[in-house]
């Protein structure tokens, strides 16, 4: 146990390697390294691979035999989303296209069921694609990920503006 001004943390557990909590930390570390690109790539990997094999640690069948909620279904449908987004930007950065396609269509299916597909929510993910068209030279395909960003962020900043206009008048 650790004492630091009268607080507890006991370490069994709480944030050891598998804690689902650190996940997160995972996804902002590999991309991280994938932004940083050459030798970091590999670190990326082994990040990516430890956060999945976290999640399926943590969704497993000894977990939920033994009482542990597998999971607040949403918030691992969110890791899951996440992981596959960051696998599909890890596989752009190493040139496999066709593998970073897959994930990122994985991605934003998970992200599609939790938020819609209009959400801004999915813009990231809308944009992440379209780099990829782009480098295979696929313009329409391109084009089209593009307008759709573009169509989502006037439809939010709109909705945003309007909303903001009606509350000043009340």
């Keep these: 146990t650790y004492y ?21 930390a995972y996804f902002i570390l590999a ?9 970091r790539l ?4 082994q990040l990516l691979i ?5 999640l399926l640690k943590y969704t497993s069948d000894d977990n939920k035999a033994a009482g542990v909620d597998g999971a607040m279904s ?10 596959h987004k960051t696998f599909g930007r890890l596989f752009t950065a190493q040139d496999r296209l066709n593998d970073a396609i897959k994930e990122l269509a994985q991605g934003i299916y998970l992200e599609c069921l939790e938020y819609g597909p209009e959400s ?3 813009c990231s993910s809308y944009y992440y694609l379209a780099s990829i068209f782009h480098k295979q030279g696929k313009k329409e395909e391109t084009k089209s990920f593009y307008q759709k ?22």
């Design 4 to 24: 630091n001004k009268g607080i507890s943390l006991d370490r069994k557990g709480d944030f050891d390697e598998a804690a689902v909590e650190l996940l997160p």
């Design 31 to 39: 991309e991280a390294n994938v932004i940083m690109g050459g030798q």
């Design 42 to 45: 590999k670190k990326a990997e």
């Design 50 to 54: 430890a956060a999945y094999w976290n």
């Design 74 to 83: 949403k918030e691992v449908a969110r890791y899951r989303a996440s992981l």
């Design 120 to 122: 801004i929510q999915l």
């Design 149 to 170: 960003i573009v169509e989502i962020w006037k439809k939010h900043i709109l909705e945003n503006e309007f909303s903001e206009e009606e509350q000043t008048k009340d």
